[in-house]
């Protein structure tokens, strides 16, 4: 006789173990393929370190404006001024190293202070306009679609007087280092940071497990764990191994010799390395996931967007929430535009240009719940970095600006209908 009354364990298959995102997984998925059938097409061009390289930093600008958007649509509110905010930020910030700052405390370019006021300022500037922005909806309730649709048209426009309507340029030689091609790590130190990104990852992980284990949490297999780690530890120290193998130009390396007043040894050659942009993107990640998993914060983030009115009952002020989160927007519209510009290496009329829909889709592909409450910040980035993949594959193979459009926006579509039907198989997870 069989006894029905001991508990039946369903044994767990590897890959269940593993315990892994399928979200995630899939996301993973999509951007292989997209790698895959792009390198077929342009005869193994696309996979070159050459193009990876320039693929991650043009990658950035948009990834650190979609970790803050999905805070704003977790929250259920839109914003699409990060572009034109974007443009005002960086008008400002050329304009004090072009003409303020010179002009008013004679701090001309390649002053050591010039940068760092110029970036602060910034920053501050971004803030401010968002925290208004959030003050608009949060406390007059004006919709954010309508506060934001404004603002695109705003201060798009007052990053066009500024400047009226010219190129500002050149920037600090600082400054631009935040682009990413003229300010990398090099090899070896691009090698110390994988090193050390891959022992944090380790210890973050043995972290987890141990505090599981204090208190009677089930946890992970040890093979899981081990497995997990070897495959985190194998795409860190790839990524940097394939940043340095991208060469620096011999001609460039020839010009740095020479600003330098020395002659370029005879066989001298350099790696690029890591871009400091990427280190600041990485940065922004890390601090944001921070915020939102680990601090109240993050947490009456999520609440409110779950239910804004249980939250309200709850003892949350969701108007000012609401600030904070556009202040949060803001500033990192700001940091994006120190990096668009330092790459460009000056500030031009059309910077940012559509950057709204592009922070949107990356969000949203990322698995951003346009309903709210649900949202992760190594999604966006993901999404930022296969929309981006799409375009750059697209350029490569000749495709005309439109039609990249054309198939841009209907991922965005496809994106959001599959979200939707594997919220709806997993009830709403």
């Known amino acids: 006789m069989t006894d029905v009354s001991a508990p039946q364990t369903k044994k767990r298959t590897a890959f269940q173990a593993l315990e892994l995102d ?17 390198n077929v097409m342009t005869d193994g061009r696309f996979l070159t370190p050459r193009n990876i390289f320039n693929l991650t930093i043009q990658t950035v600008s948009v990834a650190i ?7 704003v649509i977790v929250t259920r509110h839109i914003d699409l001024a990060v572009g034109a905010l974007l443009a005002t930020c960086s008008a ?18 390649g002053h050591p202070m010039i940068p760092w006021i110029t970036i602060a300022a910034g920053l501050l500037l971004g803030t401010l306009i968002g925290a208004f922005q959030g003050w608009l909806v949060g406390y007059l309730t004006i919709p954010a679609f309508i506060v934001t649709l404004g603002g695109l048209l705003v201060w798009r426009n007052v990053a066009w007087y ?51 284990l204090a208190h009677d949490f089930p946890v992970k297999p040890v093979w899981a764990e081990v497995t997990l780690g070897a495959i985190i530890a194998a795409g860190i120290l790839g990524f940097i191994g394939i940043l340095n193998a991208y060469e620096i130009p011999s001609r460039r390396l020839e010009r740095m010799f020479e600003v330098r007043g020395e002659i370029m040894p005879e066989g001298f050659s350099a790696s690029y390395g890591l871009p ?74 059309d910077i940012g240009t559509l950057d709204e829909l592009r922070v949107i ?37 000749g495709v005309d600006a439109p039609l990249q459009n054309i198939v841009v926006g209907t991922v965005l579509v496809a994106a959001v209908l599959i979200d939707t039907i594997y919220r709806k198989k997993t009830g709403g997870r």
């Open 22 to 38: 399928t979200r995630l997984l899939g996301m993973i998925g999509a951007f292989l393929v997209i790698c895959i059938v792009f």
């Open 65 to 71: 404006m979609a970790t803050g958007m999905v805070f």
């Open 92 to 109: 400002f910030m050329a304009m004090l190293q072009a003409r303020y700052l010179p002009d008013l405390f004679g701090l001309g370019l």
């Open 162 to 212: 500024q400047t009226s309507g010219q190129t500002i340029g050149p920037l600090d030689p600082t400054f631009t280092k935040f682009g990413g091609i003229n300010g990398t790590l090099g090899a070896t130190w691009s090698w110390v940071f994988g090193l050390a990104a891959v022992a944090w990852a380790i210890y973050a992980m043995w972290s987890a497990r141990r505090a599981k």
């Open 276 to 349: 400091i942009s990427v280190l600041l993107l990485i940065g922004v990640a890390v601090v944001m996931t921070l915020v939102a998993q680990r601090t109240r914060l993050g947490r009456y983030i999520f609440a409110t967007g779950g239910n804004p009115d249980a939250a309200e009952l709850s003892g949350i002020n969701t108007r000012m929430l609401t600030v904070k989160v556009f202040a949060i927007m803001g500033a990192l519209c700001a940091l994006s535009a120190v990096v668009a510009s330092a790459r460009l290496t000056n500030h031009s009329n």
């Open 361 to 397: 889709a990356a969000a949203v592909i990322g698995g951003t719940a346009l309903a709210g409450g649900i949202g992760t910040i190594y999604g966006a980035i993901l999404g930022a970095l296969i929309m981006q993949s799409l375009q750059s594959g697209m350029a490569m193979v």
